[in-house]
């Protein structure tokens, strides 16, 4: 009897031991995003010189830093566009957020050359290169938008476990405040934004908030924003254990013009129903636009999808109505540093 016994809990011992090991495995499997501490943050404001929440903001922290350290971490809060910011104006020669490609940071400089240009290429050395080892590890970029987006968060690469899990952090710091996430990834949909010079590019989009107005309300949101995301910073430095987690985002998919007549200007305007509705459902039959004789422009298509960055004030000369979105989930694996 008690050899069988012992027998028995041998063997129970070794099923036990077996058990042990694959969760051992299981938490030590490549499903574990391992990404090295960070320690190179900034602050962008005043990409866009009229959008005052973040210019305000970053000024500010210039000069009182103490909210945004974090303890291993350098935080840089900075001014992209000094002159634009001066003149409260979205930019001077051209827009600051779509000249970070390849092309405009490496081109020869000459007297003609954009200010925006010029910038960009400044703000490359200073916080890039980009795309390279020794570019900042995230950068916040801090926009307002005129469009009713309420505290949007806007991710670059649908496969980036770092700023997805920040982005699902921020969503739950913050809750029950809405926070959208818009996924700006798409094939021939380029922006090349002022952030993208950093290893994880995070834009913080809150609105709606007139151009050249600031808003109280407006920017404590960001600034509840941009703390949490140095919160989540500390502790992802700290060595806490980010679990897999999946969140809803909402894709870009397509750029929607104003009608317009054979002289390209514009003859129906955001119909009343639309205006506001920011990350509601769009479907087949509902109102687009409105023209000056009271035609109303129907959405026709099948699909139904989610406009953001409705009747935004700075998209008029970019030809853009609003931008349809379609809602998708992003899956970040267990990550820690």
């Known amino acids: 009897f008690c050899l069988k016994t012992h027998i028995l809990l041998h063997h129970y011992s070794l099923f036990c031991f077996q058990q042990f090991l694959k969760l051992l495995n299981s938490m030590t499997s490549s499903t574990v995003v391992h990404r090295p501490p960070v320690r190179k943050v900034a602050i962008f404001g005043g990409t866009h010189g009229n959008e005052l929440s973040g210019i305000y903001l970053v000024k500010y922290w210039q000069e009182h830093g103490a909210e945004i350290q974090r303890t291993g971490v350098e935080v840089k809060p900075?001014?992209?566009?000094?002159?634009?910011?001066?003149k409260c104006t979205r930019y001077i020669d051209c827009d600051l957020n779509r000249v970070f490609d390849l092309d405009s940071l490496g081109r020869t400089v000459v007297e003609d050359t954009p200010y925006e240009v010029r910038r960009a290429q400044e703000i490359n050395r200073i916080f890039g290169p980009k795309g390279s080892d020794d570019a900042f590890d995230l950068i916040f970029d801090l926009h307002n938008t005129t469009s009713n987006m309420g505290c949007t968060l806007i991710l670059e690469n649908s496969r980036d476990d770092f700023t997805i899990q920040m982005s699902h952090?921020?969503?739950?710091?913050?809750?029950?405040?809405p926070v959208p996430i818009l996924l700006i990834e798409h094939p021939t949909l380029k922006y090349a934004t002022t952030r993208?010079?950093?290893?994880?590019?995070?834009?913080v989009e809150v609105g709606p908030q007139p151009q050249g107005v600031i808003r109280a309300d407006i920017l404590e949101k960001m600034r509840k924003m941009v703390k949490h995301g140095l919160d989540f910073v500390q502790l992802f430095n700290k060595g806490r254990q980010f679990p897999p987690c999946t969140t809803e985002v909402y894709k870009i998919m397509e750029k929607v013009d104003?009608?317009?007549?054979?002289?390209?200007?514009?003859?129906?305007?955001?119909?009343?129903?639309?205006?506001d509705q920011d990350w509601q459902p769009l479907n087949k039959g509902d109102p687009l636009f409105l023209t000056l004789d009271g035609e109303v422009i129907e959405y026709k298509e099948d699909s139904t999808v989610y406009p953001a960055f409705i009747n935004e004030a700075a998209y008029y000369e970019k030809k853009h109505a609003f931008v349809k979105t379609v809602k998708v989930k992003l899956t970040a694996e267990l990550l820690r540093s």
Do not use: W
């Not at 900075?78 to 001066?86: L, M, Q, Y």
């Not at 002289?263 to 129903?273: F, G, L, T």
């Open 78 to 86: 900075f001014i992209c566009n000094p002159r634009a910011v001066k």
């Open 196 to 203: 993208s010079v950093a290893k994880h590019p995070v834009g």
């Open 169 to 177: 952090y921020i969503k739950n710091a913050l809750a029950p405040e």
């Open 258 to 275: 104003y009608p317009r007549n054979k002289n390209d200007e514009v003859i129906a305007i955001i119909h009343p129903k639309l205006q």
